[in-house]
Nanobody, 126 residues
Framework: QVQLVESGGGLVQAGGSLRLSCAGS????????VGWFRQAPGKEREFVAA????????YYADSVKGRFTISRDNAKNTVYLQMNNLKPEDTAVYYC???????????????????WGQGTQVTVSA
């Protein structure tokens, strides 16, 4: 089992940047695929980005391509989400999640993940 803790959220103006961190404990994150999801008030949780356990290979929602970058530092047992050119519609609680032995085509589905962090708030003002 792996435990996940998100950090790095905050309040920024439109066009600004934040870097979110997802720190793992209990087991190494290097053997897990890790995804980032977000949920705004009154909306369903949506896929943001994912990184595979090997390669690594990365995947992004169309809404964040060219603005967000997911990366992994195995020595620190941490996955990052660098968010640039933030927009008000990026405002949400951001969650990281982990899973083993998942097909690439399912990485965008919340139901594919076994372990979840508690979330970190990102607020972007216009």
């Amino acid at each position: 089992q792996v435990q996940l803790v998100e950090s790095g959220g905050g309040l920024v103006q439109a066009g600004g940047s934040l870097r979110l961190s997802c720190a793992g404990s209990g087991r190494t994150l290097s053997i897990y695929a890790v995804g980032w999801f977000r949920q705004a008030p009154g909306k369903e949780r949506e896929f943001v980005a994912a990184i595979s356990w090997s390669g690594p290979s990365t995947y992004y929602a169309d809404s964040v391509k060219g603005r967000f970058t997911i990366s992994r530092d195995n020595a620190k047992n941490t996955v990052y989400l660098q968010m640039n050119n933030l927009k008000p519609e990026d405002t949400a609680v951001y969650y990281c999640a982990a899973v083993r032995a998942v097909a690439v085509g399912t990485l965008q589905r919340s139901s594919s993940y076994s372990y979840w962090g508690q979330g970190t708030q990102v607020t972007v003002s216009a």
